[in-house]
């Protein structure tokens, strides 16, 4: 019924009367991912590696102060396990955001006012954004990825130093399936915000109540210095929290509960040099991801559990651990990649003009407290580009490496590659 709904508004637009009060911009993609699988000590793959496609069409419209983006997210139009076309193919229609944005009068004073679902991302960093509260975005993804907004209403007003915001939001709109730990994070609620600038400096202040952290204050801030170097910083508190709780008594499974307070910070750095390169360095620490204890307390356990047969369901819980926002506590990001354009424009002759064509990027996430270490590369290829359209390359490679009895170690996937061919129209 939607996807009909979506095909009917498209053929509206394109009628000549219409067409022309709209704006509207297609994206596109098609993503072949090839994954080998590991066993851990909580889950025994039934396959040893896994074969895929997907596909995905974005459209995003705007008509006045309306805006909307809408994608049509088709999942394993291929798949080797077991092998089909189209067999299993789960297809989606996800209104990532609709919204109206403009300006009202209240009294003698006038502010800018936001109705409807987008996103609000208040994060500053790379690696991990604790400020994205409303909607986190999915942690460090390779291929195909559909994002939402959140529900919101918002009012707001600039001054000579910034701007203040008062907002409502309800996330529990979502047209993605989602699992059980996003469902119980789903919240609402209402809260205040101050962005202000100070020189080559710039801050935020969020205070924000809901009825799932009841209660949360965040902050940033980003300090330009000179051409080359930027810091950042951001951290936030939240009064309860969702976490996976393992039992105390090992015939009973890890359960999804309510926990108490708990606080994520983040601090780092960029640094731009004039041959384009770019690198990103940053920690932070989530007090809501198990500990190196508890990961090591899960394992023994599960490594207990899977001796009966009996049992071996209860150990696989255990993999829930792997659900968190953040698998560990403490997380370190390295990142890399190349304006190879800026590179160029120090050159005295064109023999390496078809570099230009080539962006390289490089993530290293490392995981101090137990060794774990997830790289993952991209080569992008822009292959066409007229203006008006163009159609980009993509080759992706992740690798999960480190100690065997890390966090990242008991994640099924050993290696991903993937390709992806994307465009816009």
Request: aromatic letters at 14%; glycine letters at 8%.
């Amino acid at each position: 019924m939607r996807s009909t709904t979506l095909l009917a508004l498209f053929a509206l637009m394109s009628s000549p009367a219409i067409a022309q009060h709209w704006q509207v911009d297609w994206d596109w993609a098609l993503s072949a991912s090839q994954g080998q699988l590991k066993s851990s000590v909580f889950i025994e793959p039934n396959h040893n590696s896994h074969s895929q496609l997907d596909g995905l069409l974005d459209v995003q419209m705007g008509y006045g102060q309306w805006s909307g983006l809408f994608a049509l997210y088709s999942q394993s139009i291929y798949q080797n396990s077991p092998q089909s076309w189209f067999e299993h193919t789960d297809n989606q229609f996800i209104v990532r955001e609709l919204a109206w944005q403009g300006s009202i009068t209240i009294g003698e004073q006038s502010f800018d006012a936001t109705l409807g679902k987008i996103r609000l991302d208040y994060g500053v960093s790379y690696g991990y954004r604790p400020l994205d509260m409303f909607k986190p975005y999915r942690q460090n993804p390779i291929g195909l990825s559909v994002e939402e907004g959140s529900t919101v209403a918002a009012l707001s007003q600039f001054d000579a130093n910034g701007e203040w915001s008062v907002l409502y939001t309800n996330s529990h709109w979502s047209d993605n399936v989602v699992d059980h730990f996003d469902i119980a994070n789903q919240q609402q609620g209402i809260g205040i915000r101050r962005y202000g600038l100070i020189n080559q400096h710039e801050y935020q202040l969020i205070g924000y109540y809901d009825d799932v952290r009841q209660g949360a204050i965040g902050a940033s801030w980003v300090s330009i210095l000179g051409p080359a170097w930027e810091f950042h910083a951001e951290a936030l508190w939240q009064h309860k929290s969702q976490q996976y709780t393992q039992p105390e008594q090992s015939i009973t499974p890890v359960k999804l509960k309510q926990a108490g307070e708990a606080w994520q910070g983040l601090a780092g750095f960029t640094y731009t040099t004039l041959n384009g390169h770019s690198f990103i360095g940053e920690y932070w620490f989530d007090s809501r991801a198990w500990s190196k204890k508890q990961w090591q307390q899960a394992q023994h356990s599960a490594q207990r559990l899977q001796q009966s047969i009996l049992s071996q369901s209860l150990a696989s819980s255990y993999a829930q651990g792997l659900n968190h926002y953040n698998l560990t506590q403490h997380n370190l990001m390295l990142h890399w990649n190349w304006d190879t354009d800026s590179w160029l424009q120090w050159q005295s002759n064109d023999d390496w003009h078809w570099l230009s064509d080539f962006t390289p990027k490089l993530d290293l996430l490392i995981s101090p407290q137990d060794g774990g270490i997830i790289a993952t590369q991209w080569l992008t290829y822009q292959w066409i580009d007229t203006g008006e359209a163009s159609i980009d390359l993509e080759f992706t490679a992740r690798f999960l490496s480190g100690k065997s009895d890390s966090a990242y170690a008991q994640i099924n996937d050993r290696r991903t590659l993937l390709f992806m061919i994307k465009g816009k129209f």
